[in-house]
């Protein structure tokens, strides 16, 4: 049976392809949205969308990062961190900003159950609104308050003149199974899991 | 097997299981009145389980319900009482070591009734093997006992506080974690190095009570081989163990196993051995995820 494995589409994508692939599979094309050789097949979708295809069952395993997985609270095999897509999640507001206490702080996010938990947590009330892209921009208009983003570096903060103000989790890309994928792909899926990770220790 | 394929064998495969339904119990059952109630997954009513009762129970006058019963589901029921007494089947699709008790659901006014299969004995071998091969499934039965994770709780000396992270990663098979967890926090090489290879073990039962009875912890796990022995040889299907599964209902109080077929993402079935409520009796049950054949996600 051939293994079946969601990728994200853009920078992670190509970062994972490279760790499962490269290589000796077959050229990477993510314009392509599947592609196959005689043991594997390869599904490109949008990062958030590799957990709905995993939990569904249209693919057997998938990269995504840990931010994705808990904000969705998916119930999927974790099976091991990778080591890249490293980055945080945290809350950042303008720096000409001066943190006053609200009553309720208007927070823009893409990642709506993480922020609620992390605010819930420090007893803070917020009001979410959910972004998809470009939330560095909301608190520039005046859209919102603080933002909740994933940061690698800090230099799209910087540039939009805002600053981290705490960390909520650090995140990273993660090999994920479906469960019950994984009960037919078991052998399959460890082989692989085995033979890259011997591999990247190689090259490290 | 393609997606659209694999939601036509769904589609199929639902067909086939409330046929199974219709012919398989509860027409012996001498039918009071009928209450709608999910028998199988949830406490409120579904159309799954409303359209499966009507299948089990063509004249609509009876429901039946698991033996399973916990206190609140009975207390929910209660208002019924005024139509009359409620009967509730206990050994129609479960397979209960003792027919003595059930005492408790009589402080509710419940009153317990056999109804024996029209196939004849109950046991796990022509109720748990009829629904696999009558829904022709490609199945895997994985399965493991809730001892083992109170047996590796011991052994790693595991506190109350701990627990919850420990089953997470041993559910979430993240065995990276789980090293660097147990490493985390000292434990002894030895006991480090039995957890590991127990919860990574997936494999068939003699490998697994190969691998129990070579440890040097071999007396705590013995009721936990014979359970597993117990259970093998009642299925005619192949058994999978699977030393990190320790999920599933915590009502569970030892054997514990999902039924897997390739075309459906999640679990088709899930069982067990569990306790029933406030008495001594165990029974071992199992319930068709009809959520899950139906290709949605619970």
């Known amino acids: 049976m051939k293994l079946t494995v969601a990728l994200p589409k853009g920078r992670l994508g190509q970062t994972a392809w490279e760790y499962l692939f490269s290589p000796w599979a077959f050229p990477f094309d993510e314009r392509k949205l599947s592609v196959e050789n005689e043991s594997v097949r390869v599904l490109w979708v949008k990062p958030i969308d590799v957990i709905a295809y995993v939990k569904m069952g249209a693919a057997d395993i998938g990269i995504t990062g840990l931010d994705s997985l808990q904000e969705t609270g998916s119930n999927l095999y974790q099976l091991q961190r990778l080591p890249f897509g490293h980055c945080k999640l945290v809350t950042a507001r303008l720096k000409s900003d001066t943190p006053t206490p609200l009553e309720k702080l208007k927070v823009a996010t893409k990642y709506p159950n993480l922020a609620n938990n992390y605010y819930q947590s420090i007893s803070q009330a917020i009001d979410i609104i959910p972004l998809q892209g470009s939330v560095e921009l909301a608190p520039v208009i005046g859209l919102a308050d603080v933002i909740v983003d994933i940061v690698e570096t800090g230099s799209t903060l910087k540039a939009n003149g805002l600053q981290v103000d705490s960390e909520i989790m650090e995140s990273q890309a993660m090999l994920v199974a479906n469960h019950a994928r994984y009960r037919f792909h078991q052998k399959a899926i460890q082989a692989l899991i085995k033979t890259r990770s011997n591999a990247y220790a190689k090259t490290d | ?298």
């Open chain 2, 1 to 298: 097997m393609r997606w659209f394929e694999q939601q036509l064998d769904r589609s199929k495969k639902i067909k086939k299981l409330l046929t199974i339904a219709d012919e398989f119990a509860y027409t012996l059952i001498d039918p009071p009145y009928f209450i709608n109630y999910d028998a199988f997954r949830a406490e409120q009513p579904t159309m799954d389980s409303l359209r499966w009762i009507k299948l089990a129970d063509p004249k609509g006058q009876v429901n039946v319900l698991r033996p399973d019963l916990t206190t609140s589901v009975m207390q929910k029921l209660k208002w019924r009482k005024s139509d009359g007494p409620l009967k509730v089947c206990y050994n129609a699709s479960t397979f209960t070591q003792s027919f003595q008790g059930f005492n408790d659901a009589k402080e509710f006014g419940y009153e317990y009734f056999n109804a024996p299969l029209k196939s004849g004995e109950t046991t796990l071998r022509n109720t748990l093997d009829r629904v696999i091969d009558g829904l022709s499934l490609d199945a895997v039965i994985e399965c493991s006992h809730r001892g083992l994770l109170t047996v590796l709780t011991d052994i790693a000396d595991i506190s109350e506080d701990e627990q919850p992270v420990f089953r997470d990663l041993l559910n979430q098979k993240a065995w990276g974690d789980l090293t660097q967890w147990l490493t985390g926090r000292k434990t002894k090489a030895p006991v480090q190095s039995f957890i590991e290879t127990v919860s990574n073990y997936q494999g068939d039962l003699s490998g697994f009570t190969d691998l129990l009875n070579a440890s040097e912890y071999a007396p705590m796990f013995k009721s936990i081989i014979e359970e597993l022995l117990a259970f093998d040889s009642q299925t005619s299907n192949a058994v999978v163990i699977d030393g990190s599964m320790v999920d599933g209902w915590m009502y569970y109080v030892g054997l514990t196993f999902n039924v897997y077929d390739a075309s459906v993402p999640e679990a088709i079935i899930r069982g067990g051995r569990y306790q029933v409520s406030n008495s001594d009796i165990e029974a071992i049950g199992f319930s068709v995820q009809l959520d899950a054949l139906k290709g949605g996600q619970s």
